[in-house]
């Protein structure tokens, strides 16, 4: 029994730290993606930690995180912008803001119930500790977690603007639905 354990808990170690576990999901500010309902069930996912491994993120991945404000917390996230990306911001100090190097802006779902990136601002790439791959439990929502950006959250600079000098000349023909 003893032998059975030391090798089972390195080996439960390894796959957790390489491949992935799955995590259970709190909150409200990623609905309607994930806890759709106010029932009081909550949607679990898996973390694929095998993405985090190659820093490989593509706007409109859904992304687990350690608070910026709070590194104890972990917290899911969409990843609206990368590096260089101009993004137009929601209530954030600044309006407008171009995506350090080696940063990503992450938002929630539901725009205003979320402590995002437009609280704290862009995060580092290496505070993201796993890509969320699949909601696992309910089995009624058993799925896929597909990458997709909001059509009103799309980085500036993929619309045309490349600067933030540019953003007054072209205000007039982006349409900045919130």
Not at 49 to 56: C, D, I, L
Not at 148 to 159: A, D, H, K, Y
Request: charged letters at 25%.
């Amino acid at each position: 029994m003893l032998r059975a354990l030391a090798v089972g808990v390195p080996i439960g170690i390894t796959f957790v730290d390489c491949f992935g576990y799955v995590a259970k999901v709190d909150g409200i500010s990623m609905q309607p993606s994930l806890n759709p309902d106010n029932s009081g069930t909550s949607d679990f996912v898996f973390l694929s930690r095998w993405s985090s491994r190659s820093f490989s993120y593509k706007r409109g991945d859904m992304v687990s995180l350690m608070s910026p404000k709070d590194p104890s917390q972990k917290i899911i996230k969409r990843i609206i912008a990368l590096e260089g990306d101009l993004i137009r911001t929601i209530g954030y100090k600044n309006r407008y803001i171009r995506i350090p190097e080696g940063h990503c802006w992450v938002e929630g779902d539901h725009t205003g119930h979320s402590l995002d990136s437009n609280f704290f601002g862009p995060v580092a790439v290496g505070l993201i500790t796993a890509k969320a791959s699949q909601i696992v439990w309910p089995p009624t929502r058993w799925r896929r977690l597909e990458s997709e950006l909001p059509e009103n959250r799309v980085p500036l600079n993929l619309l045309g603007v490349t600067s933030r000098r540019d953003v007054s000349e072209d205000l007039e023909s982006i349409d900045f639905e919130d």
